[in-house]
């Protein structure tokens, strides 16, 4: 199970824990030892842990008005003067940092390229593309022990089974969960004794299964070529991979949930109800956080896949796709602009909320790093630089426009070793990243 989790003054043996047994053995004595430290493992050993880090990736993707979101171009550091949509947020401007000029080098193809917004994997619109790890799923596999939930992947009106911001090494696609019902349910309630016995048989089936796969399988890898040998390695760590959530789900299975004074939230039962979705699915954020259930969410508001929707109590005129594609008509850019300054408005919501909230003296938001954007720079033209990307909290120096070139884009896999280093997690690159993002300190 990875151990690379953050810690404080921690010291790490590197010789390996000694066997009471071995011990008695070897020198013929039969009375019982005291328990040595050296017969404890590593990090048995180790100080209490530092305080958690989160991560909470939101992808809207057809993006934003790029002329109402961005700064000027000129204006760059602390001081520059806040966009029209960056006003809704200026209550928290000292607690984000506004990128322009980033993109995921060669993650082209318009709309395929949501599904790499937080893997960076290159070309997702040609034939025989398979995705990398996303930034979540990276985390969770190192971090995931640490929390009841490794990591949790919801949506809006996502096109189930073409779209999801997580993805794990193998490539493969994890589901979104879409209503917030659900995820109350799965974070705080405890089901019935009957029910808590059928999970851990069907987890107990489950990993049979994964043993029968994988000696299977074992027999396969002789007398096969290269690339089949490489394709077979593959589906054999998706096995392993699934071996340990299995493992860990049925511990955690029979741990109490935490208890929570919410009620659980009423499902929009409605698409045009999006912004009442994405409100709710923020709310779910907040509160699994809050109860350290998980410290890896990722939230997809398919916006493609959404039609008229209610905003501000009023349905717009047309389908959210279809507004995209204004073409520059005054009516539907007026449109846009309303959908765009309410998710600014929820996005305000979402920090004053996690600011709200305090974890051993710091804020909720101070503990938690957001990234905010889009796949597209522009819906109106499927361009795929100049990305709207936002990156709040998480104790960081904010307060400032990270201003790169707009015409030859930075790697925003960058800012994802920044993410990952302040996790405490050794990485010096992610997917295309060159190293991380130049002008983001650590508060």
């Known amino acids: 199970?990875?151990?690379?989790?953050?810690?404080?003054?921690?010291?790490?043996?590197?010789?390996?824990?000694?066997?009471?047994?071995?011990?008695?053995?070897?020198?013929?004595?039969?009375?019982?030892?005291?328990?040595?430290?050296?017969?404890?493992?590593?990090?048995?050993?180790?100080?209490?842990?530092?305080?958690?880090?989160?991560?909470?990736?939101?992808?809207?993707?057809?993006?934003?008005?790029?002329?109402?979101?961005?700064?000027?171009?000129?204006?760059?550091?602390?001081?520059?003067?806040?966009s029209p949509y960056?006003?809704?947020?200026?209550?928290?401007?000292?607690?984000?940092?506004?990128?322009?000029?980033?993109?995921?080098?060669?993650?082209?193809?318009?709309?395929?390229?949501?599904?790499?917004?937080?893997t960076a994997a290159p070309h997702p619109g040609s034939g025989g593309f398979r995705n990398t790890i996303s930034l979540d799923q990276f985390i969770a596999e190192r971090l995931g022990h640490l929390t009841r939930f490794p990591s949790l992947t919801l949506g809006v009106n996502v096109q189930q089974g073409a779209r999801s911001l997580s993805w794990t090494?193998?490539?493969?696609?994890?589901?979104?969960?879409?209503?917030?019902?659900?995820?109350?349910?799965?974070?705080?309630?405890?089901?019935?004794?009957?029910?808590?016995?059928?999970?851990?048989?069907?987890?107990?089936?489950?990993?049979?299964?994964?043993?029968?796969?994988?000696?299977?399988?074992?027999?396969?890898?002789?007398?096969?070529?290269?690339?089949?040998?490489?394709?077979?390695?593959?589906?054999?760590?998706?096995?392993?991979?699934?071996e340990k959530r299995l493992a860990m789900a049925a511990e955690w299975e029979t741990k109490p949930k935490p208890v929570v004074k919410e009620k659980p939230p009423l499902d929009p039962a409605d698409p045009r109800e999006y912004m009442d979705k994405v409100r709710l699915l923020y709310d779910m954020a907040r509160l699994a956080f809050e109860t350290d259930s998980t410290r890896a969410i990722t939230l997809l508001l398919d916006s493609v896949n959404s039609p008229a929707i209610q905003v501000g109590g009023q349905a717009v005129s047309d389908g959210y796709h279809n507004l995209s594609h204004h073409g520059k008509t005054p009516t539907k850019l007026a449109q846009l602009e309303r959908i765009d300054r309410e998710h600014m408005k929820l996005l305000h919501q979402l920090f004053g909320d996690l600011k709200a909230r305090k974890e051993d003296g710091e804020s909720l938001l101070d503990r938690t790093m957001i990234l905010y954007g889009s796949n597209l720079g522009n819906a109106n033209t499927h361009v795929t630089t100049n990305l709207p990307v936002l990156f709040a909290g998480g104790g960081f120096k904010h307060g400032q426009h990270l201003g790169f070139d707009r015409e030859r884009n930075y790697p925003l896999p960058n800012l994802f070793v920044n993410v990952l280093q302040r996790f405490?997690?050794?990485?010096?690159?992610?997917?295309?990243?060159?190293?991380?993002?130049?002008?983001?300190?650590?508060?």
Not at 205 to 212: E, N
Not at 424 to 443: H, I, N, Q
């Open 1 to 82: 199970m990875p151990t690379n989790t953050p810690m404080k003054n921690v010291y790490i043996s590197t010789l390996r824990p000694l066997s009471r047994r071995h011990l008695l053995r070897g020198t013929g004595i039969l009375l019982g030892l005291p328990l040595l430290e050296a017969m404890q493992p590593a990090f048995a050993r180790a100080t209490a842990p530092a305080p958690p880090r989160r991560f909470l990736g939101i992808c809207n993707n057809l993006g934003l008005l790029p002329e109402k979101f961005f700064p000027d171009a000129t204006q760059t550091g602390r001081g520059y003067a806040l």
């Open 86 to 118: 960056l006003e809704h947020l200026k209550d928290y401007r000292d607690e984000f940092t506004v990128l322009s000029g980033v993109w995921h080098p060669d993650v082209d193809g318009g709309h395929p390229a949501d599904n790499c917004f937080l």
């Open 169 to 242: 090494g193998g490539g493969v696609l994890i589901p979104c969960e879409e209503k917030p019902s659900q995820v109350f349910k799965k974070l705080f309630l405890r089901g019935s004794d009957e029910e808590i016995k059928e999970q851990m048989r069907r987890l107990a089936l489950g990993q049979s299964i994964m043993d029968s796969i994988a000696e299977q399988t074992r027999g396969l890898q002789k007398g096969i070529g290269a690339r089949d040998k490489e394709r077979l390695d593959q589906y054999l760590t998706g096995v392993r991979d699934l």
């Open 424 to 443: 405490g997690l050794e990485a010096d690159r992610f997917a295309t990243s060159t190293g991380t993002l130049r002008g983001l300190e650590v508060a």
